[in-house]
C-alpha cells in the first residue's frame, strides 16, 4: 500500500513520469560533489557527469517542446476537423430539408398523377370528341327525317280527320234523307189508307 502511494506522489510530481525531477536532483547533487571535489580528475568527472544530465535535460525539454508544439497542431488540427464536421452536419440538414422537399413534391406529383390517370380512366369511357359530334350530326339528321316524318303524319291525320268529318257530315245527311224518305213513304201509306177507307 505504501509504495503505491510513493508511486502516486512521484508520477504527480514528475509530471508524465519522464523523470525530469530526479534529473534535477541528481544534477544538483552532482553540482554539490563537483564544488566540494578535493582532486582534479574527480572534479572533471563530476563535470563530465553534470554536462551529460544537462544534455538529458536539454533533450528532454526538447522533446516536451516538440510534444507540446504537436498537441498545438494537433488541437488545430482537431478544431479545423470540428469546423469542417459541423459545416458537414450544417449540409446535411440542409440536404435532408431539401430532400424532405423533393419528397413532399413527389408525393404531390405522384398523388396528381393517380388522379390524372383515374380521370384518363374516366374519360376513355366515352367516346371521343370526333366521334360524338358524328353521333350528334346522325342524332339530328335522324330527328330531322322523324320530324318530317311527324309533320306527315300529322297531315293525313288531319285530312283523315276533314275526310272523316265530311263522312259523318255525309253519313248525316244520308240518315236525314232516308229519314224524310221513310216519313215520306209513311204519309204515302197513310194517305192511301185513307183513300182506301173512303
Known amino acids: 500500500m505504501m509504495t503505491d502511494e510513493v508511486i502516486r506522489k512521484r508520477l504527480l510530481i514528475d509530471g508524465d513520469g519522464a523523470?525530469?525531477?530526479?534529473?534535477i536532483n541528481l544534477l544538483v547533487k552532482t553540482f554539490f560533489k563537483w564544488c566540494n571535489s578535493g582532486s582534479?580528475?574527480?572534479?572533471?568527472?563530476?563535470?563530465?557527469r553534470m554536462l551529460g544530465i544537462l544534455a538529458q535535460c536539454e533533450f528532454s525539454m526538447g522533446k516536451t517542446?516538440?510534444?507540446?508544439?504537436?498537441?498545438?497542431?494537433?488541437?488545430?488540427?482537431?478544431?479545423?476537423i470540428y469546423k469542417e464536421t459541423e459545416s458537414n452536419i450544417m449540409a446535411a440538414h440542409e440536404k435532408i430539408a431539401e430532400c424532405k422537399k423533393q419528397i413532399q413534391q413527389a408525393k404531390r406529383i405522384r398523388k396528381n398523377r393517380q388522379e390524372?390517370?383515374?380521370?384518363a380512366r374516366?374519360?376513355?369511357?366515352?367516346?371521343?370528341r370526333h366521334e360524338t359530334l358524328?353521333?350528334?350530326?346522325?342524332l339530328g339528321k335522324e330527328l330531322q327525317h322523324l320530324s318530317r316524318?311527324?309533320?306527315?303524319?300529322?297531315?293525313?291525320?288531319?285530312?283523315?280527320?276533314?275526310?272523316?268529318?265530311v263522312l259523318l257530315s255525309t253519313i248525316r245527311e244520308l240518315q236525314q234523307t232516308l229519314e224524310n224518305d221513310e216519313k215520306l213513304l209513311e204519309a204515302d201509306?197513310?194517305?192511301?189508307?185513307?183513300?182506301?177507307?173512303q
Do not use: C, W
Not at 201509306?189 to 177507307?197: A, F, I, L, P
Open 19 to 23: 523523470g525530469d525531477d530526479r534529473r
Open 40 to 48: 582534479h580528475e574527480e572534479g572533471y568527472s563530476q563535470y563530465e
Open 65 to 80: 517542446l516538440l510534444v507540446y508544439d504537436m498537441n498545438l497542431r494537433e488541437m488545430e488540427n482537431y478544431e479545423k
Open 116 to 119: 390524372y390517370d383515374a380521370l
Open 122 to 128: 374516366v374519360i376513355q369511357t366515352h367516346p371521343d
Open 134 to 138: 358524328k353521333q350528334l350530326e346522325a
Open 149 to 165: 316524318i311527324k309533320e306527315s303524319v300529322e297531315d293525313k291525320l288531319e285530312l283523315r280527320r276533314k275526310q272523316f268529318h
Open 189 to 197: 201509306d197513310v194517305q192511301e189508307t185513307r183513300m182506301d177507307t
